[in-house]
């Protein structure tokens, strides 16, 4: 269930994944647009319908519904949401941001949106005029798949909600320690029942300072002094962690 106080943690660093919008979209509709689940819709729409290939860019009706992530940010209770999607819905399409039909495939009815783009025109008269074979065009499914980075998840799994301020300390540990060793911190807090970023930074910086394997037998710790920092610092991390 999406808490509505939850604050955004900010984009991650790297190459992100984009969704093209037309300048249009900003100058003409939006100040038209005076209804945030429209809005939300609209928007999910264009994402959506982003992200399909072939000849039949669409989203369907049942697709939708059928998306989580799409209905909590609508409502709470599942019912009420599917209900304002609905209604987001036909706003939109009454507006003339999208176009909707029906369309028949074998013994099942089901209701297409496309954007009411230059493809979105061309879909609809081909639909109409039985040029496309309904059958063989099959288009493919996409759900919201939310991109986060690796630490936010280990620390919602481990500790609970993410904050903002929290968030940038995760990105940082990400700059200055291993991927592997992040995930390690969590699993020995969680072991400890120490649920708390605090303690994991500490183990981290304990790593950092004596070794990750300082509890080990010395017997297992190399004497030459270069096997030993690549012993305690994994490769590629040599000139961010001192020992």
């Not at 209804?35 to 994402?47: G, N």
């Amino acid at each position: 269930m999406t808490d509505p106080m939850r604050g955004f943690a900010g984009f991650p660093a790297g190459k992100l994944a984009t969704t093209p919008i037309p300048n249009l979209f900003f100058s003409e509709l939006l100040p038209l647009v005076d209804h945030l689940a429209e809005l939300k819709v609209t928007l999910h729409l264009f994402w959506l319908i982003g992200r399909k290939t072939g000849a039949l860019r669409y989203a369907r009706l049942d697709e939708l519904l059928a998306d989580d992530r799409l209905l909590e940010g609508l409502a709470e209770a599942p019912a009420t949401a599917e209900t304002i999607l609905r209604d987001a819905l036909e706003r939109a399409t009454a507006r003339g941001t999208l176009l909707r039909t029906t369309v028949r495939r074998g013994d099942v009815t089901e209701d297409w949106y496309m954007v009411n783009s230059a493809n979105g025109r061309e879909v609809l008269e081909k639909l109409h005029s039985g040029e496309l074979d309904l059958l063989a065009d099959v288009a493919e499914e996409v759900q919201l798949q939310v991109e986060r980075p690796p630490v936010f998840v280990l620390y919602e799994q481990n500790i609970g909600l993410l904050t903002p301020m929290i968030a940038e300390e995760l990105r940082d540990a990400e700059r200055h320690f291993p991927a592997e060793w992040i995930a390690d911190g969590f699993r020995e807090a969680a072991a400890n029942n120490k649920r708390s970023w605090k303690y994991v930074r500490a183990i981290l910086e304990r790593w950092r300072a004596q070794g990750k394997d300082a509890g080990r037998p010395k017997s297992d710790i190399p004497d030459d002094a270069e096997a030993r920092k690549r012993y305690y610092v994994p490769e590629g991390y040599e000139d961010l962690i001192e020992h």
